[in-house]
Structure formats: C-alpha cells, structure tokens
C-alpha cells in the first residue's frame, strides 16, 4: 500500500473524518438538482462517503462513477448503498486513472492532495474530460494548513493551474456553502480547452 492509500484509509478505519457532513452539500444538490440529461458521464474523484453519487444515483443518472483511494470507505459505499453499480465504484489513484467524461465535481478533494499536485490535477482532469467537458464543484479559498490536509489556497493561485487548461467561466464565493463553509469556498465552472496552453 502507498503512504496515500494507508493515510487515507486510517483516517477511515479510525473513523477521523472530520471533512465528512453526512449528507450532500447545498452547493452541490443545488446544482444537480438543474441538471437534465440524465445519461451525462459523471466522475466524482476522492468521493469519500459519495452522499453526493447516492442522490444523483436516486435522481436517476445512470452514468456516476466514484473514485477513490481508500478501500475503507469503497466497501462503506457498496454496502451503504447496495444497488449502486458495482462496476461505477472504483478503488484507484486519481492520478492512474483512464476514460472520458462530462462531467467532474470537486468538493474536498483537490485540498486533499498534496499541493505539489495541484498542476497533475489540472492535466488529469483535463485529460478525462471529453471535448467541452467540465469541472464543477466547491474549493476553498482560505489559508487552512500548509503541512496536512486540508491544504488551503486562493483563486490566483487556482487560476494558475487551471488556465492552461480551462477556461474559468465561473470561481467566485459560493453564496449556499453549509454554514461551516460559508465565506471560505468558491463555486467553481470551469471547461476544458480543446488544446491546453502548455
Ligand atoms: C477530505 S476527503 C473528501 C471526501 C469527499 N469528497 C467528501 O466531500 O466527503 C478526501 C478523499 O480523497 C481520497 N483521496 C486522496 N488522495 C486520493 C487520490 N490520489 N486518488 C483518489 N482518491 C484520493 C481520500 O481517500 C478521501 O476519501
């Protein structure tokens, strides 16, 4: 096992998961909620608990697949929520994985990762989207820790990483963050360069 992995699945074992809130968040089930086509390819990396795959899951998208490191928390969500396809429950490296997507939701994930990472991020996630494809979700945009997760940030620094890639359509203060978010996340829109500038 990886440092990652063993970190991460500690953290699940010990059941220290301070970033979980038990359900999906406003931001997100506020956006979902809009979205029509059904049959969109939805990722969600580091998706944790996946509150968020379940309720698109029971809106009826059939096309949600959940990424993440952790073993712990993948067998959580198969038995939590026994009639998500298995095959859309992937235990894997973000970094390693392949295929093509409309869409990819961040939410405490990118703070997840080491900073070092954050441009891998940007490529990856550039690479698994399909022409016009786009991340949407919620990243901080307060100092937070510089040492362990959750890693803090600011827009500039985002913008730097992104750009290459995306164009940012939208990063600015969510205005329905739950309470112990409020004022310190931006909502994010970003769409993917058909060529990158790098
Ligand atoms: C802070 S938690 C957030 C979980 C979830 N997004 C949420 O909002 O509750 C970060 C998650 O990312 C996962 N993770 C960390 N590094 C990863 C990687 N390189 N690839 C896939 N998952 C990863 C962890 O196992 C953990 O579930």
New binding site residues.
């Given amino acids: 096992m990886t440092s990652?992995?063993k970190f991460?699945?500690k953290?699940?074992q010990d059941n220290d998961?301070g970033?979980?809130?038990g359900e999906i968040?406003t931001p997100l089930k506020t956006y979902f909620n809009q979205l029509e086509d059904k049959l969109l390819s939805i990722l969600?990396?580091?998706?944790?608990?996946?509150?968020?795959a379940e309720y698109l899951h029971k809106l009826g998208f059939t096309n949600v697949i959940v990424?993440?490191?952790?073993p712990t928390?993948i067998d959580k969500l198969k038995k939590r929520v026994p009639d998500f396809p298995t095959p859309h429950i992937i235990n894997?490296?973000?970094?390693d994985?392949t295929g093509q997507f409309d869409l990819i939701i961040e939410?405490?994930?990118f703070?997840?990762?080491n900073p070092s990472?954050r441009a891998n991020y940007a490529k990856q996630a550039h690479h698994l989207l399909k022409p016009n494809g786009k991340i949407v979700g919620l990243m901080f945009n307060a100092p937070l820790n510089e040492t362990h997760?959750?890693y803090g940030g600011d827009c500039k620094e985002y913008h730097s990483y992104f750009n290459p890639y995306f164009d940012i359509q939208t990063m600015e203060e969510a205005y329905n963050s739950i309470e112990s978010r409020a004022k310190r996340e931006v909502f994010v829109k970003m769409v993917k360069k058909e060529y990158s500038s790098l």
Avoid at 67 to 70: L, N, T
């Fill in positions: 990652t992995k991460w699945d953290r699940y998961i970033w979980d809130v968040t969600i990396p580091g998706a944790g608990n996946s509150y968020e990424v993440d490191i952790a928390v894997m490296n973000f970094f994985l939410q405490t994930f703070c997840a990762i990472l997760p959750p």
